[in-house]
Every structure is written in structure tokens, then in C-alpha cells.
């Protein structure tokens, strides 16, 4: 690494929890491409809409094991 990489390490591990983890926080999302944050909220917009669909009846649930039934079933009928 450079040395002005070491030298910002070891100041930013100077700073205290709180202000460590705004920096870390900050610096991920800085790393993140444009890309991934359009696919990361459109996933979040898509649990938003299921979870309103669900507060709101409109979805039909099914437990896990249930599920897992109907899905075994639906290969076997293929």
C-alpha cells in the first residue's frame, strides 16, 4: 500500500467508534458503482411493493414447509 494510504489509516483509526463507522459507512458506499445501487434499489422498491401487497391482503402467503410441498409438486408434474 502507499504511504498515503498508511497515513490515512492509521488517522482514520484514531477517530472514535461512532465517527469510524460513518467513515467506513461512507467510504462502501463511495465503492459501490452506479450499477449496483440502481439494482440495490430495485430490489428495495420490489420488498417495498411485496411487503404493501401483503399488509394489504392481497398476497397469498404459504409457510415454508408448504411451500417447499408446492414446489415439489409442480416439478413433479412436469
Not at 64 to 76: C, M, V
Request: glycine letters at 6%.
Amino acid at each position: 500500500m502507499s504511504v498515503r494510504f498508511e497515513q490515512v489509516k492509521s488517522d482514520a483509526l484514531q477517530l472514535d467508534r461512532d465517527e469510524r463507522m460513518i467513515l467506513g459507512q461512507k467510504l462502501l458506499i463511495s465503492a459501490i458503482s452506479q450499477e449496483e445501487t440502481e439494482q440495490e434499489k430495485a430490489w428495495y422498491d420490489e420488498a417495498e411493493r411485496r411487503l404493501a401487497d401483503y399488509e394489504a391482503g392481497r398476497m397469498k402467503v404459504h409457510n415454508g414447509p408448504e411451500a417447499i410441498d408446492r414446489l415439489i409438486a409442480g416439478i413433479k408434474n412436469r
